[in-house]
């Protein structure tokens, strides 16, 4: 057994001490869900934890965020594990807040548990003490793209830049002094024998928060007096799905909008009318050429009924690019943990998107998915089955993986960190999603 055999042999023990602990973490946080930018309680409870495990750190990070640095011996490199604070609109989840509607729904409960837990065997064990490099504990919140509107008031506040998380969080610097990130989310699989998976890669998107005005008149005595908002928004939305075949397959376009507010009472024509949506795609040229038939169809709409249509085009997310040289490293340690037969590597894209994305275009980052979980995420069925797989494993193959990159003078952190060739600097990614977002 090597020496950093014996390093992960005594991060892993330590977990294992501490697994009640870490399942109690992710059970109470899933019993507690909050929605972007509005998750004070879970931050307050990764505060907590920071303080036990007596570490400094900074807070009100976009808002909610808190990062704490565990030190090395040395500080040769900084190694990101992440979680993320937020959870999802899921009203009919039997664990749903009955007053938000928010549920999670999508595992983030399990992020915070395997990210805290992480952190729980790097410092109690003393291994950081024969470590290279320092790990940062980064709670990030808001990765789910949702209550655009509220998000977007946020901005126009100047309370945050980004809608996502850890955008907020490249935008504040909070990054800066970051060189490899990683993050597990969970997935139910469909062969209950698998565990965990790791690669592929996700689409990104832009945002849109669309407004159409009309003009009110009495809906039974006077329509032809008012401007219908409704119908103007409706033959917009039409256009777009009559767009559909002119996407080519190979951009996995994905369009899905809402209306989230369709007039004001059932008697009076509707001049309010909000929209939202995502445009979905696999790379960014295609992600802009499907936003320009959107903005098309948008206005045909609104032109064909005489009615105005303000359409803020807002920055989503950059399509993820898991690191392959760290998608290796952390399979190998997912294998020692649940076997060679429970882990799946793939070079599958999927349609999905996460703002791990904007972090993979600026350093080297991997998102691999734990097991543990049952039912379709973002749906009232998805739910914890077995809260070890689910919060534990991560917790161990994250702490496994930064002793990897941070042993042995951090040499094979620097070799992932030196061989990785950035799409963006801060600097131009900033520039970039401006320029995206400028038609606004």
Known sequence: MTDTDLLKKRVCEEIDRRKDEIIEIGNDIFAHPELGYKEFRTSELVGKMFKKMGLTFEDGLAITGKK?????????????????????????HPHADPETGSAHSCGHNGQIAAMLGAGFGLVFSGV??????????????????????????????????????????IAIGAMDDIDISMLTHLSAFEDPTKKARCGGTNNGFIGKNIFFKGKEAHAGGAPEKG???LKA?????????????????????????????GGDLVNIVPADVRVETYVRGKTVPAILEACRKVDRCLRAGALAFGAQVDIRTLPGYLPNINNPDLVDLHRRNLVS???????VVSNDHSTGSTDMGDISAIMPSIHPYGGGVSGQSHTKHYEVIDPYVAYVVPAKAMAMTAIDLLANGAAEGQRIKNAYKPLYTKETYLKMWEEAVSGE
């Open 233 to 261: 928004a409706m033959l917009s939305l039409t256009a777009i799905d009559m767009q559909r075949e002119t996407f080519r397959e190979a951009d996995t376009i994905r369009i899905h909008p809402i209306i989230t507010k």
């Open 128 to 169: 950081m003490s024969e470590l290279y490099g320092d790990v940062t504990l980064l709670a990030v919140p808001a990765e789910e793209y949702v209550e655009i509107e509220y998000r977007d008031s946020l901005r126009r506040e100047g309370k945050i830049k980004f809608l996502g998380g850890k955008q907020e969080m």
């Open 337 to 343: 943990l649940v076997g060679e037969d429970a882990v």
């Open 227 to 229: 401007v219908n908002a």
């Open 68 to 92: 704490a640095r565990i030190p090395g011996r040395e500080h040769r490199l900084n190694v990101c594990i992440m979680g993320e604070l937020d959870s999802v609109l899921c009203p009919d």
